[in-house]
């Protein structure tokens, strides 16, 4: 009998442990139960993600490469331009065409007749010739912005959602016309999609609300790319869509999505940190938690799910937030490695960043240079 007793007890016990190990984070173990991450010199964190960036843009992997591409457009500065000019001659598209975007959201002037080239050369894949065209549209060159109109009705699909896409980022309401004609012929998926987001960028009503029935629908090849566009174009209900798909009940990938959504709005949620601290931690807990042990997880998913708890980390802006993404700098996941790099300057505004090399950290005569971190790539550069 007292042994019954005390079986009772334990599992009782054990029962309560569950229910609010789960309870604090809506479903998801519980973030804030383990030991604090160390303190990081925020400084020294944007060295190291830097570095890791750069290294990145150097990988043998094509897909970092383009990652890395697109990071140096986004959280570095024109310092880094080399980089990308490099990418230009990359035996990828997808790399030369992200080297593009970022030469545009720089702004960097010099790489202005190297991006004419590209355009005016027939051989240029139909992607880089509209990475191209938007650069130099960003630096003031409109020269070339007609020839979008042309490959919105080439036979290459990827051209046409290329197309469409720098048409919505270039913000010019007269391609609201061209965009809807092609989405009435459209039959390819991914291009009708491409369209839909475009047209909500120019500020398209109805395509505003088709954007928001993606977010809230089934399939994550719809819902992933409308909910940060949500909040970039600060869609009349966004705060409302955004919130909601936050919500236990969620695929883990919406809800940290909808984490960095919120953050894009700066609206501070508790909630939108934990959920997304937890995921970058222990993405594949986080991931067996919502579908079940049996579920069987791609590798390709948990990647997915750290490196958008990574990018959201950084339009959270919490003040722990580096605390989490350091150690991801050493993750042998180069995509995870850029992400969580992105996470970490996004933290800061680009002419804060400092740009000091190892060596600055340690004064002369009080002690040995403490070294880098240890980065699995290959063919990186410091």
């Given at each position: 009998?007292y042994?019954?007793r005390?079986?009772?007890?334990?599992?009782?016990l054990a029962?309560?442990?569950?229910?609010?190990l789960h309870?604090?984070?809506?479903g998801?173990?519980?973030?804030?139960?383990?030991?604090?991450?160390p303190?990081?010199?925020?400084?020294?964190?944007y060295?190291?993600a830097?570095?890791?960036i750069?290294q990145a843009?150097?990988?043998?992997?094509?897909?970092?490469?383009t990652?890395?591409m697109?990071?140096?457009?986004?959280v570095?500065t024109?310092?880094?331009?080399g980089?990308?000019?490099s990418?230009?001659?990359d035996?990828y598209a997808?790399?030369?065409?992200?080297?593009?975007?970022?030469?545009?959201?720089?702004?960097?002037?010099?790489a202005k007749?190297?991006?004419?080239a590209?355009?005016?050369d027939?051989q240029?894949?139909?992607?880089?010739v509209?990475?191209a065209?938007?650069?130099?549209?960003?630096?003031?060159?409109?020269?070339y912005?007609?020839?979008l109109?042309?490959?919105?009705?080439?036979?290459f699909a990827?051209g046409?959602?290329?197309?469409?896409m720098?048409?919505g980022?270039?913000g010019?309401?007269?391609?609201i016309g061209p965009?809807?004609?092609l989405?009435?012929?459209?039959?390819?998926p991914?291009?009708?999609?491409t369209?839909?987001e475009?047209?909500?960028r120019?500020?398209?009503?109805?395509s505003?609300?088709i954007?928001e029935?993606?977010?809230?629908?089934y399939?994550?090849d719809?819902r992933?790319?409308?909910?940060?566009?949500?909040?970039e174009i600060r869609a009349?209900?966004?705060?409302i869509?955004?919130?909601?798909?936050l919500?236990?009940?969620n695929?883990p990938?919406?809800?940290?999505?909808a984490a960095?959504?919120?953050?894009?709005?700066?609206i501070?949620?508790?909630t939108a940190?934990?959920?997304c601290?937890?995921?970058a931690r222990h993405?594949?807990?986080?991931?067996?938690?919502?579908?079940?042990?049996?579920?069987?997880l791609?590798?390709?998913?948990i990647s997915s799910?750290q490196?958008l708890a990574?990018?959201?980390?950084g339009q959270?802006k919490?003040p722990?937030s580096?605390?989490v993404l350091?150690?991801m700098?050493?993750?042998?996941?180069g995509a995870v490695?850029v992400a969580?790099?992105?996470?970490i300057?996004?933290?800061?505004?680009p002419?804060?960043?400092p740009?000091?090399?190892?060596?600055?950290?340690?004064p002369k005569?009080k002690?040995p240079?403490?070294?880098?971190?240890?980065?699995h790539?290959?063919?990186?550069m410091?």
């Amino acid at each position: 009998m007292y042994m019954r007793r005390e079986k009772n007890i334990i599992v009782i016990l054990a029962m309560t442990g569950v229910m609010l190990l789960h309870g604090c984070t809506e479903g998801w173990p519980n973030v804030w139960n383990e030991q604090a991450a160390p303190a990081v010199s925020p400084d020294r964190a944007y060295v190291d993600a830097r570095t890791v960036i750069l290294q990145a843009a150097n990988d043998i992997d094509p897909f970092v490469r383009t990652h890395a591409m697109e990071a140096i457009g986004k959280v570095l500065t024109s310092r880094e331009a080399g980089m990308l000019l490099s990418g230009l001659d990359d035996r990828y598209a997808t790399v030369r065409f992200a080297a593009t975007m970022a030469l545009g959201e720089l702004g960097y002037t010099p790489a202005k007749a190297r991006l004419k080239a590209l355009v005016e050369d027939r051989q240029t894949d139909e992607r880089v010739v509209c990475g191209a065209i938007y650069a130099l549209f960003r630096m003031g060159d409109t020269t070339y912005a007609g020839q979008l109109g042309a490959i919105l009705t080439s036979d290459f699909a990827l051209g046409r959602s290329t197309a469409a896409m720098i048409m919505g980022k270039m913000g010019e309401k007269s391609a609201i016309g061209p965009l809807k004609a092609l989405q009435a012929d459209e039959n390819d998926p991914n291009v009708r999609l491409t369209i839909v987001e475009a047209l909500a960028r120019l500020g398209e009503k109805h395509s505003i609300s088709i954007l928001e029935s993606y977010a809230k629908g089934y399939f994550l090849d719809l819902r992933l790319p409308a909910i940060p566009l949500i909040a970039e174009i600060r869609a009349p209900r966004g705060q409302i869509v955004l919130k909601s798909l936050l919500k236990t009940g969620n695929p883990p990938r919406v809800r940290v999505a909808a984490a960095g959504g919120l953050g894009i709005l700066g609206i501070k949620n508790e909630t939108a940190y934990s959920v997304c601290a937890m995921a970058a931690r222990h993405p594949e807990t986080v991931m067996r938690s919502a579908y079940g042990k049996k579920h069987p997880l791609k590798p390709a998913e948990i990647s997915s799910l750290q490196q958008l708890a990574a990018i959201s980390l950084g339009q959270i802006k919490h003040p722990d937030s580096i605390g989490v993404l350091m150690p991801m700098l050493q993750s042998a996941d180069g995509a995870v490695r850029v992400a969580a790099a992105m996470g970490i300057l996004q933290m800061q505004a680009p002419e804060a960043r400092p740009v000091k090399t190892v060596s600055d950290w340690t004064p002369k005569g009080k002690g040995p240079v403490r070294p880098m971190p240890k980065l699995h790539t290959s063919g990186g550069m410091d």
